[in-house]
């Protein structure tokens, strides 16, 4: 309890990603879509920009890029992630607010490119130790 009463934390919005109708969708993204969606970002002075300076550093060494919902910002706007994967492998993960219509309009991704990024995730689990008597 803080002094002065009760302490009361701001109750954030909430989107239920696994319904019908719902932003759970992973999107493509070219590097002229990203251009234009930050670009879009900061003419409507959205908070999350995305990395435009890291985005040049790192322009030729894209090989995938995609944009998931983190949450709402807004109204009419995501607070999403969007993900770039390099050509070493390493994957890179920034925030960016997007316009709904602009998400909506997006490619999501194809279900080969859904599989691979399956196989992505999974590959990033810790192995399990031999057990002592496998050790020998």
Do not use: N
Not at 19 to 34: A, E, F, N, Q, V
Not at 49 to 73: C, D, M, N, T
């Amino acid at each position: 309890m803080g002094l002065f009463g009760r302490r009361r934390h701001p109750q954030w919005p909430r989107i239920d990603m696994y319904t019908p109708g719902s932003p759970s969708d992973i999107k493509r993204l070219t590097l002229d879509d990203l251009d234009r969606l930050m670009t879009k970002a900061e003419s409507a002075e959205f908070s999350a920009v995305g990395r435009p300076a890291w985005l040049e550093q790192h322009r030729s060494r894209i090989r995938q890029q995609y944009l998931i919902v983190f949450g709402p910002e807004g109204d009419g706007a995501y607070r999403c992630y969007a993900a770039a994967l390099l050509d070493d492998d390493s994957g890179h993960l920034y925030t960016l607010d997007v316009a709904t219509q602009d998400f909506d309009e997006l490619p999501g991704v194809t279900q080969q490119e859904l599989v691979a990024l399956a196989h992505r995730f999974l590959m990033t689990f810790s192995p399990v130790p031999l057990d002592p008597e496998q050790q020998a």
